[in-house]
């Protein structure tokens, strides 16, 4: 292959580099989608370049050659969960005002998405945060990391809720987010177990019990889908 002109700083990449890294971006793309959902079933653990090869567009060697390590594909695999997430249940409630109405849309939205089986077994980060609850590392690291984003957005918008007025003024927002919390994660874990759909119902019923026991006007935590605000 020959050099493209320019080859000091600044220089533009030659066609054929871009090419092969946008081909390479796509690959990368499609393993991880199947990583994800591989995973989100059986744990990072059970991630293997073997496996990932037999069932994606490349052999055994260029799977490594793409994460490096076992390691490595288990972070990429973790950061394409979160975008994945983003896409799913942050995204669809930024419709909604920030505040009550926000906090409301991503419990909603949140429930759409592990009844929707966005990841084949249910919530992606329920799944590994079980299994990597008592190990150290970079992997553990990079679940810890995404629960406490997502828990601090839940926080956030309840303590924005406090501060508008839309929920009582003595009202813990770290409080609140625990509990609405532990109600998404059982709906998504018996949802799984005992195949009954019902329970999402179930899990939004409590959610706005407590959230009217903090305060919340009812009339606010209507619908089934997230609306603009």
């Given at each position: 292959m020959t050099m493209g002109r320019g080859t000091g700083t600044g220089a533009r990449p030659a066609p054929e580099t871009d090419g092969r890294r946008l081909r390479g971006d796509r690959t990368r793309r499609v393993v991880l989608d199947t990583a994800v959902q591989e995973a989100s079933v059986s744990g990072l653990d059970a991630l293997s370049f073997g496996a990932l090869a037999a069932s994606g567009p490349v052999n055994k060697s260029a799977v490594a050659g793409l994460f490096g390590s076992k390691e490595g594909l288990q972070l990429a695999t973790v950061e394409r969960a979160r975008q994945i997430y983003t896409e799913h249940v942050i995204v669809p409630a930024r419709g909604a005002r920030r505040g009550l109405p926000r906090l409301w849309a991503l419990l909603l939205a949140w429930t759409e998405y592990s009844r929707a089986r966005v990841f084949r077994g249910g919530c992606f980060f329920r799944t590994v945060e079980v299994e990597f609850d008592m190990r150290q590392g970079a992997v553990r690291d990079a679940v810890v990391a995404a629960q406490r984003t997502w828990e601090s957005y839940l926080v956030h918008h309840a303590?924005?809720?406090?501060?508008?007025?839309?929920?009582?003024?003595?009202?813990?927002?770290?409080?609140?987010?625990?509990?609405?919390?532990?109600?998404?994660?059982?709906?998504?874990?018996?949802?799984?177990?005992?195949?009954?759909?019902?329970?999402?119902?179930?899990?939004?019923?409590?959610?706005?019990?407590?959230?009217?026991?903090?305060?919340?006007?009812?009339?606010?935590?209507?619908?089934?889908?997230?609306g603009p605000g």
């Open positions: 303590r924005l809720a406090v501060d508008a007025g839309e929920l009582a003024a003595d009202t813990d927002p770290e409080q609140v987010a625990f509990e609405v919390g532990a109600v998404l994660n059982a709906a998504n874990d018996r949802s799984l177990l005992l195949g009954d759909d019902a329970v999402y119902d179930r899990a939004l019923a409590a959610a706005r019990a407590l959230l009217v026991a903090h305060g919340a006007d009812p009339d606010a935590l209507a619908g089934s889908t997230p």
